[in-house]
Nanobody, 119 residues
Framework: QVQLVESGGGLVQPGGSLRLSCVAS????????MGWYRQAPGKERELVAS??????TNYADSVKGRFTISRDNANMVYLQMNSLKPEDTAVYYC??????????????WGQGTQVTVSS
């Protein structure tokens, strides 16, 4: 019904940068919130950054000052990652919370994209 596709992951050296992109498609009424989560091996999936339809953003403490989330007025969300550290290594997932008017439709996830930070 709703599909999210991420791109932009890869291997980068510490201190490097990557830009992740996510596009949502399908039966979409209105995307309320979009966000990026990540999951490292043996760890819980955690919120990295989120952005509302009004452009308000929120970041995990571990990425503040290094990562920037943004979105267009359609169905795209981005994560600019700078000054990457080995501890940023994880699979990064795009998420979208979709509403139909005031009614909750669902929360949807992409397949994930691998980010590896290593020298």
């Amino acid at each position: 019904q709703v599909q999210l596709v991420e791109s932009g992951g890869g291997l980068v050296q510490p201190g490097g940068s990557l830009r992740l992109s996510c596009v949502a498609s399908g039966r979409i009424f209105a995307i309320r919130d979009m966000g990026w989560y990540r999951q490292a091996p043996g760890k819980e999936r955690e919120l990295v950054a989120s952005i509302t339809s009004g452009g308000n953003t929120n970041y995990a403490d571990s990425v503040k000052g290094r990562f920037t989330i943004s979105r267009d007025n359609a169905n795209m969300v981005y994560l600019q990652m700078n000054s990457l550290k080995p501890e940023d290594t994880a699979v990064y997932y795009c998420n979208a919370v979709i509403y139909r008017g005031s009614s909750y439709q669902g929360s949807y996830w992409g397949q994930g994209t691998q980010v590896t930070v290593s020298s």
